[in-house]
């Protein structure tokens, strides 16, 4: 399933002047939900959840210029039937996911191989509530430095583990790693060449081995739809930003 790859909206003249791109990986079944259906699917205020993390990037100011969402392929059909009945226009292309996140991020950069120089957005597509200064900030920390990813720092304590128990960290040397991970998109190409690792996590542990990555602040409230807890405080949050 594909539908227009290129955005309508206008690019600002930072975007003008560096494309911007984005992938959105939804390959997440939901079993952590309990749910009937896969997390990126189940209604946040009457709308998926996906739709809202897609409107994010569609935001004109942004002037992302191709929009890639990841899927696996039996959910094709689901996605379009969603489409059609919440009137989505946003265009955006769909792509199969892969076995693994670092499969489908690949499958993603390759359906963006006639762009040769930009930066692209690899974003959780359960993550619905992401700020647009968040995205901005790490879309242009990314133009200048090659690789810039949202985190924010952890609120609790910390401990490590080890043979003898646990001991304690420096939480204010510590990061909690969130998505927009925004990259050039040719050092993101180089590094989805290499071999895929266990020790890859996010799109950051690909590349960092190849170029240093930039932290940028992200936000308390963009969280990851991971639980049905998840589901319900996203639920107040979007009805406070919306009030």
């Not at 009945?85 to 963006?112: C, D, F, K, M, Q």
């Not at 071999?195 to 240093?212: K, N």
Request: proline share 7%.
């Amino acid at each position: 399933m594909s539908t227009t790859a290129s955005s309508t909206v206008s690019p600002s003249d930072s975007a003008a002047a560096v494309p911007r791109f984005a992938i959105l990986v939804a390959g997440g079944g939901g079993t952590r939900m309990g749910a009937d259906r896969p997390k990126q699917f189940l209604e946040l205020s009457g709308e998926p959840v996906l739709l809202h993390t897609l409107r994010r990037f569609a935001e004109p100011t942004l002037g992302v210029i191709a929009i890639v969402v990841v899927l696996p392929s039996d959910q094709f059909v689901t996605w379009q039937q969603l489409c059609a009945t919440h009137n989505i226009e946003i265009p955006h292309a769909v792509v199969a996911g892969g076995a693994s996140r670092w499969a489908s991020v690949r499958n993603g950069l390759a359906h963006l191989a006639d762009y040769q120089h930009g930066v692209v957005a690899v974003h959780d597509g359960v993550r619905p509530l992401t700020p647009i200064a968040v995205i901005e900030n790490t879309y242009a920390a990314a133009a200048e430095h090659g690789a810039a990813i949202a985190a924010v720092p952890p609120k609790d304590s910390v401990r490590g583990l080890s043979q003898q128990g646990s001991y304690a960290l420096d939480r204010a040397r510590l990061r909690l790693v969130q998505t927009p991970q925004c990259f050039e998109i040719d050092l993101l190409r180089r590094a989805y060449q290499l071999p895929e690792l266990a020790t890859f996590t996010d799109d950051a542990s690909v590349v960092e081995d190849l170029h240093p990555i930039r932290l940028v602040p992200g936000d308390y409230c963009n969280l990851k739809i991971t639980t049905p807890e998840d589901l319900l405080l996203a639920e107040v949050l979007l009805r406070r930003e919306n009030s």
